[in-house]
Every structure is written in structure tokens, then in C-alpha cells.
């Protein structure tokens, strides 16, 4: 609403704050999770509903789905936190030598004021160090601590690294559909323009170059300019994992356009299927060679998934890779304001590139503990996708990797005929209806892109062994009921 006098209205209301942020929407998020909150609410209260509890499969949360944190990550964390520890004689009984040792390494770093005190805007050095020498276990090719940031998750990286990317509404970024729905929103608040492009899901969400092509072509002819080319591997939702030739193909074409590549590659211990790997940004560039030392690219990695599931922790890193100088100026200018990330979050990103080695005290309940969440997840991820594909009308690619199942699903006509009569699509009143009748809270594939005329709903494959039995049994169950109520 505007005054008589023609300028803008200073009274906050809905009205007039910034049309970026009412653009912006995070599906895992949405208002299907808001009444899930709500239900919650009301079972605590006793009030009676077709299940016991709420599954929460909106999102990637291990810890809250019951996953269990790996012991060398808390025992030092607690340290830190806690540094009187060190020198109680209880420790030595509690606490292993190298627990210790690291504990008293990241103390002294930090210096006097600890984990409760600003760092350096790009993270702790001895956590860059450790973050550098797990980069050069994975790649075999140096990184340099300099060009290291230490970030709050991974969605605090792309945020940096799309403020510096978007001037105005003609900025634009390619984002894969499906995508994670951060990207979307941090570009709607930025003012930014979302270019998607489509991987081919029939041949399990591998992108085509020439499809790469023909959208950049299109969007010159729409007068944008393309800024950058994010890619997700392994795949958030659709659980892909591209391949080294692929990853080339998207290299040749970020050079031959003159696009930054956003790597986002927080699922890069999550790879399930025994015939694939993974294969970073950083490492298919250098070992392309020279020619490709023009291509700008931005590997992010995250604490919050793999089998570490620290969410809460705010961790992760930004290696920024043949970036020109003045632009790296601009990107410390940003993590300055910033002040620094999360110290915890910092500690656990350099134990999660640097854990116990063999020989060290910790190793085997480490090892045991890591390989033991891999296997269990690769296990849940074969069950969640067999069960997805014996329903009627749904079909689930493989899960290769991540934690996610992103299933297309044919509805029958009363469906899409109720949910236009509520302003609603086929999809959200599948997942509202299973959430209202399941207790299982899953996500429209609206709210991550899809192509015209498809439709899915992402879940997680992270409910515990002990649960994920009923949680199938529950999805099976609705699945039936629904399509027989909206059939007739």
C-alpha cells in the first residue's frame, strides 16, 4: 500500500517488506511440515490419531531419525567445549590418548577463548590444515589452506558464493530440476533468475551436455546472463551419482560459456552402489590439466550428512578453486561480515576429513561405527526402493547414493480433481493425506522442480532399521487406500 503522496508505505506489513522473500519457498520446510509440527502438538496432548508418532522424512536429519553420532567426534567435541576435562584424572579412564591429544591440538589453536570465542572468517588454520590434507587423500592434488573456507553447513558457502554472483534480475544460475530447494530460494531472495535444466530420469538422472546446450542457448535469446552451473553429487533428491565422463562433459561446457561451477558435494561418502564412485569437481579438473585452469569452481562439503549426520553442528567447507584474486577479495569480504562460522562446527569438519587412522586408539570403534552406518544405509536404501517400486503407479530409479528416494507417481484423476478444488496439486495432497492418515511426512516434487506433466514426492530413506519395516507397511497400506478413495 502506498501514501497519498505516492511514496511507499514505511508501516510493516505483509504488503511491503521485500518481494524477494515472499518469491522465496523451501519445500522441506513447507506447510505440510508446519502441520506436521502442529500434529505433534496434539498427540502430545492425547489427542487420537491413526498412528503413534510422526516420521519425520522431510529431510536429511539423521540424528533426529535416530542415527547415532560417532564417538570420536563427541568425545573431543566435549573436550573443547569442556577443557578442564583435559586435566581431570578421570579423563585418562574416559577418554583414549588420541582423543586427548586432538582435544588439546584444537584447544590450542583456538587459542584462549575456545570454542566460545570468533576465529579467523575462513575458519580455525589447524581445521583448514586437516580439512586440506583429507582434500588431498581424496583428490591426490595439494590444497592450499588459503583457499579454504570454513562454512556453516554447506548452505552457508552457496549463499556467500551467490551473493557475489548475482547483480541483478538478468543474473542467472543453473540449477538441475529436481534440485534442493536451497538454491531456488537463496536466488528468488537475491533477486536473481533460476535456469532450470532437467537430468534425463530414464536413464537414471544423468544430464545431457546437449541439453546443457540447448538451455543456455535459450536463455541468451531470453536476454539472461548465466553466472554459474550448480551440480548436486551424489544426486539431493534423486540419489544419483554422475560419473567421471559426465562430470567432464559438464567441465567442457562451464569453460566453453565461461561459468563458474557450484560442486555441491555433501553426499560424497554416500555412495552405495558397489559399480560407481565418486569422483570430486576439484580432482576431474586438475587431472584434466592446464587447459582447464580457467574454470572457476566452488566444492562445497557439509558435516550434516554422510555418517557423521551432525546437522546441528552448522559444519562444512567451501574450497574455492582458479578463482581470480579480486574475486577472492570479495568472497572474504563477505565471510567477514559474517565474523566466522560455528567453532564447533569447524572442530567437527576438520575430524570429519581427518579422522582416526589406523594404528591411532580410536580407530576401531571408529571404523566400526562408520562402516557400520554405510551399510545400514545401503541397506535401507535397497528396502525404501523396493517397496517404492511394488506400488501401483510408482516407479523409483536407483538410490544410488545421498538419502533420498525420488519416486514418480501416476494419480488417478479424482486426485488431481480434489486437490484443484483446495488451490493444491496432485502431489501435495498424496504426501498431506499420507502425513494425516501415515504419521510419515514426506515431500511434494513440485517443491523441488520437475518437468511438465510429472509428478513425484521425495522421502528419506533414514528411519532406523528397527522403524523402517512399519514405516514400508504404513506407505504400502496408505498408497492402496488412497488410490481406491480417489479412483471411485
Not at 575456545?114 to 579467523?120: I, N, P, Q, V
Not at 543453473?174 to 532437467?198: D, E, F, H, N
Not at 544426486?235 to 562430470?247: A, C, H, K, L, M
Request: hydrophobic share 35%; charged share 25%; aromatic share 8%.
Amino acid at each position: 500500500m502506498s501514501k497519498a503522496n505516492g511514496v511507499a508505505s514505511s508501516k510493516l506489513t505483509g504488503e511491503t517488506i521485500s518481494p524477494h522473500v515472499m518469491k522465496a519457498e523451501y519445500a522441506v520446510r513447507g506447510d505440510i511440515v508446519v502441520r506436521a509440527g502442529e500434529i505433534g502438538k496434539e498427540l502430545k496432548k492425547g489427542k487420537k490419531f491413526p498412528f503413534t508418532d510422526l516420521v519425520m522424512c522431510n529431510i536429511g536429519n539423521p540424528q533426529a531419525l535416530g542415527q547415532k553420532p560417532i564417538t570420536f567426534y563427541r568425545q573431543v567435541l566435549a573436550i573443547c567445549d569442556y577443557p578442564q576435562l583435559l586435566d581431570a584424572p578421570e579423563s585418562q579412564k574416559l577418554f583414549p590418548p588420541d582423543v586427548l591429544k586432538r582435544a588439546k591440538e584444537y584447544l590450542d589453536a583456538t587459542g584462549s577463548g575456545g570454542t566460545g570465542a570468533y576465529t579467523h572468517s575462513q575458519g580455525v588454520e589447524l581445521c583448514r590444515q586437516h580439512v586440506a590434507q583429507g582434500i588431498k587423500e581424496r583428490d591426490g592434488h595439494d590444497c592450499n589452506v588459503e583457499d579454504l573456507y570454513l562454512t556453516e553447513g554447506a548452505s552457508g558457502a552457496v549463499k556467500n558464493i551467490l551473493q557475489i554472483l548475482i547483480r541483478n534480475e538478468k543474473d542467472a544460475i543453473l540449477i538441475p530440476y529436481p534440485q534442493y530447494p536451497l538454491y531456488s530460494a537463496a536466488i528468488a531472495l537475491l533477486g536473481g533468475t533460476v535456469v532450470p535444466y532437467y537430468p534425463d530420469e530414464k536413464k537414471g538422472w544423468q544430464i545431457d551436455p546437449a541439453h546443457l546446450e540447448d538451455v543456455i542457448t535459450q536463455a541468451g535469446k531470453d536476454g539472461l546472463c548465466i553466472r554459474a552451473l550448480a551440480v548436486i553429487t551424489p544426486g539431493n533428491p534423486t540419489g544419483q551419482v554422475i560419473p567421471r565422463s559426465n562430470i567432464e562433459d559438464l567441465i567442457k561446457v562451464s569453460k566453453k560459456h565461461e561459468l563458474a561451477v557450484i560442486a555441491d558435494e555433501v553426499y560424497q561418502v554416500n555412495v552405495y552402489n558397489s559399480n560407481m564412485k565418486f569422483d570430486s569437481f576439484k580432482k576431474t579438473i586438475k587431472d584434466m590439466g592446464s587447459e582447464y585452469d580457467d574454470v572457476a569452481l566452488f566444492s562445497l562439503q557439509s558435516i550434516s550428512k554422510g555418517y557423521y549426520g551432525e546437522c546441528g553442528r552448522r559444519g562444512g567447507y567451501m574450497e574455492i578453486i582458479n578463482i581470480p584474486e579480486d574475486v577472492r577479495a570479495a568472497l572474504y569480504k563477505v565471510a567477514s561480515i559474517n565474523l566466522c562460522s560455528n567453532v564447533n562446527g569447524q572442530i567437527c569438519t576438520a575430524m570429519v576429513m581427518n579422522p582416526p587412522k589406523e594404528g591411532e586408539e580410536s580407530y576401531p570403534l571408529y571404523k566400526k561405527e562408520k562402516d557400520g552406518l554405510i551399510e545400514s544405509l545401503k541397506r535401507r536404501a535397497e528396502m525404501i526402493e523396493g517397496v517404492l517400486n511394488e506400488l501401483e503407479g510408482v516407479s523409483c530409479t536407483s538410490i544410488d547414493g545421498a538419502l533420498y528416494a525420488f519416486p514418480t507417481i501416476t494419480l488417478p484423476e479424482g486426485a488431481f480433481k480434489k486437490a484443484k478444488e483446495i488451490g493444491k496439486t496432485g502431489e501435495w495432497l498424496y504426501c498431506k493425506e499420507m502425513l494425516e492418515n501415515t504419521g510419515i511426512v514426506i515431500v511434494p516434487g513440485n517443491g523441488f522442480g520437475q518437468k511438465d506433466g510429472t509428478h513425484h514426492f521425495r522421502t528419506t530413506i533414514l528411519p532406523g532399521e528397527d522403524q523402517i519395516e512399519s514405516v514400508c507397511n504404513r506407505m504400502r497400506n496408505y498408497h492402496k487406500e488412497f488410490l481406491s478413495k480417489y479412483k471411485n
